[in-house]
């Protein structure tokens, strides 16, 4: 099966004999169709003609109503986020697509990595995680190195190391700053009463 999003407000007549779903996305209005390939395509080719934007895509890319469910009913806690490590509590966990649907939708490459990680659909379990508020938020709709950081985030070891180099850059970056305050202060100082000059 496949859906066809159609981005108006004000359907042409002629879509109205069709079995069009009312769909929001952050406030804005607009139509899904779902149906057989070949019905959706000659409604695509007369929207293309009617200059009317669109999307047509697969089922599987269609973010599903009970991803959450599933994940809960498939997997065991105690949960913590997968972006930053803190401890989850179920009711406030937000279950996290590392691919998100709207991007997997027109991007082949995703759709392949998709593929690769043996993942049926963007609701596979594979492409699922655990996440807090602030870390889904800041993700969003991006790709970047988060899929990285999902896959990294489920070992403790890779934790361990992060809190190692992070707690490493500390040391380095005070030790960085004694050592340029003890040899350099008299041209630090020379350099602020220049400035101040
Ligand atoms: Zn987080």
Redesign the pocket.
Same mark, same amino acid.
């Given at each position: 099966m496949y859906y066809l999003n159609i981005y108006t407000d004000c359907p042409k007549s002629w879509l109205l004999k069709y079995d069009l779903k009312e769909k929001y996305y952050k406030d804005s209005l607009y139509y899904q169709l779902k149906g057989e390939y070949k019905e959706l395509e000659s409604i695509r080719k007369r929207l293309i003609r009617c200059k009317i934007r669109h999307k047509m895509f697969e089922e599987r890319y269609q973010k599903s109503n009970d991803y959450r469910k599933i994940f809960l009913e498939n997997t065991s806690g105690p949960y913590r +986020? %997968?972006? +930053? !490590? %803190?401890p989850l509590k179920t009711e406030y966990m937000q279950v996290d697509h590392i691919i998100p649907a709207s991007k997997a939708k027109n991007n082949t490459y995703l759709q392949m990595w998709l593929f690769i990680n043996k993942c049926e659909s963007v609701n596979d379990l594979r492409n699922l995680v655990p996440? +807090?508020f602030? +870390? !889904?938020q800041a993700k969003g709709r991006k790709i970047g190195l988060w899929p990285l950081r999902a896959y990294l985030g489920q070992f403790e070891s890779y934790w361990k190391i992060k809190k190692g180099v992070d707690i490493g850059l500390l040391v380095t970056g005070i030790g960085l700053i004694a050592f340029l305050g003890a040899y350099y202060h008299e041209e630090i100082i020379s350099v602020i009463q220049g400035l101040i000059r």
């Open positions: +986020c %997968r972006y +930053c !490590n %803190r996440s +807090c602030k +870390c !889904n």
